[in-house]
């Protein structure tokens, strides 16, 4: 039986707990292969600080562009060594069939960039659009959804953990 689904059948779990701090991956290997292929197209966007990162880099001073300046030059490089640290993670981590939650929580920071830098692209707002299939950005929408279902289920698999903690 494939790991995948029918649209008649619920999507089997990808992340669940199994044990304190231990969480099961279950990522069938066409979506395996899709987070590899976007791990490294967001490393080259983090790397080269592209616009469509914005988000991974929040300001802190809006109304002053001067202190705004310098919390990116104190703060930038610091922020973009953790999300390549999360993607570096992920990509070791990829092939496992078991995460513990140091891992799961990096996960979580790479799923959560590329959702961010995916919505900046799409222009994603609280509510997604309701598309045709022929519709050239349908691809990109779905990707988006799958990567914040597969957010949904790592926070409730660690939020188990957290609540016990």
């Known amino acids: 039986m494939s790991e995948g689904y029918t649209e008649l059948e619920e999507p089997k779990p990808r992340i669940s707990r199994v044990g304190a701090g231990r ?4 990522l069938p290997r066409p979506e395996r292969l899709l987070l590899r292929s976007l791990l490294s197209e967001l490393q080259q966007l983090v790397e080269g600080r592209d616009p469509t990162t914005r988000r991974l880099f929040p300001p802190a001073y809006h109304d002053d562009p001067e202190k705004e300046r310098e919390y990116q030059s104190l703060m930038g490089s610091e922020l973009a060594a953790s999300r390549l640290s999360a993607i570096e993670t992920v990509r070791k981590t990829l092939n496992e069939s078991e ?4 891992a799961l929580e990096r996960w979580m920071e790479a799923i959560n ?3 961010l830098v995916l919505g900046t692209r799409l222009e994603a707002g609280e509510e997604l659009p309701v598309g045709a299939p022929d519709d050239p950005d349908a691809p990109a929408y779905a990707v988006y959804e799958y990567l914040g279902w597969l957010m949904e289920q790592a926070v409730q698999a660690i939020s188990v953990d957290l609540a016990q903690s």
């Not at 969480?23 to 279950?26: E, T, W």
């Not at 995460?99 to 140091?102: A, E, N, W």
């Open 23 to 26: 969480f099961a991956l279950r």
């Open 113 to 115: 960039s590329l959702r």
């Open 99 to 102: 995460l513990d939650q140091q």
